[in-house]
């Protein structure tokens, strides 16, 4: 088992290089693939049963039994989330055996998450400013992390894939019932523990060239039903665009809006 100590590492540590080229894995299919394929290329005609989440459990303390060999730990924050647009992709994960929900838990330090072009949610890597971020834990390997990277389009420049220190985690109770003993002995353990531990995991943040004109918006603390309200599947939107193209357009209005020239906000179309 790991200890909390070996679990924290330094806040403070860049992770640009990381993050542009953190996508190492070789994908078989492209993110428009996805996206146009939708829920049949992922869910087969009759699907197995999909594992269900049974509430919560109260905030783990101390050492932690995860992840297993050969897995990492993902944080996803927007429509990846139970009950939004994009948990289609989590729920085929689950059922094949290649992600497992943990729980909740949110961002150790303050990032700020907000809403861009038909309300697509952006964590941009800024920490210090937003708020702690709420979000959902998964247990991955390597095939998870590889569909994901396609659903969020690394290799793109839509996102980044980047290493991030959580804490305040609390285990689904069918994760800690998966656990048995291991997660009566972890109660037992860290019985008077002061803090609650934390822990590395990777989350996916917007690109580094459109984040300071994203960081225009509003943060807000999580993604929930609120701001999902007006969110616009791929299907639905205006089309001869790529997405960054529509990322910067949005920048370009809201700069417009905010009183500053178009002609002083460079976007670097070359990363599109």
Known sequence: ??????????SSSPCLTACLSSSTLSHSQSHTDLE???????????SPAIPLDFGETEEVTGDLPFPREGYSLAFVYGTLKKG????????????DGDAIKIGTARTLQNYPLVCGPFQVPFLLHLPGSGHRVLGE?????SKAVAAL??????????????????SNLVMSEKYAANLGDRFDN?????????????FMAEAY???????????????????DANA????????????????????HSWIVDKRLLAGVSSKQYKYPLSVI
């Open 84 to 95: 939004f647009g994009n948990h289609w992709l989590m729920q085929k994960l689950m059922a």
């Open 137 to 141: 834990v998964y247990e991955v390997n």
């Open 186 to 198: 972890l109660k037992q353990e860290n019985d008077g523990a002061e803090e609650p531990v934390a």
């Open 228 to 247: 999902a309200a007006t969110y616009v599947p791929r299907k639905f939107r205006p089309e001869g665009k790529t997405f960054l193209e529509h990322v």
């Open 36 to 46: 146009v394929a939708g829920r049949s290329a992922y869910l087969p005609a009759t």
């Open 205 to 223: 943040f917007a690109g580094l060239a459109h984040t300071p004109g994203l960081a225009m918006a509003r943060p807000i603390e999580s993604y």
């Open 1 to 10: 088992m790991t200890s909390s100590a070996q679990l924290r590492t330094s």
């Open 149 to 166: 990277d396609v659903l969020e389009g690394t290799d793109r420049g839509h996102y980044m894939r980047c290493p991030l220190e959580l």
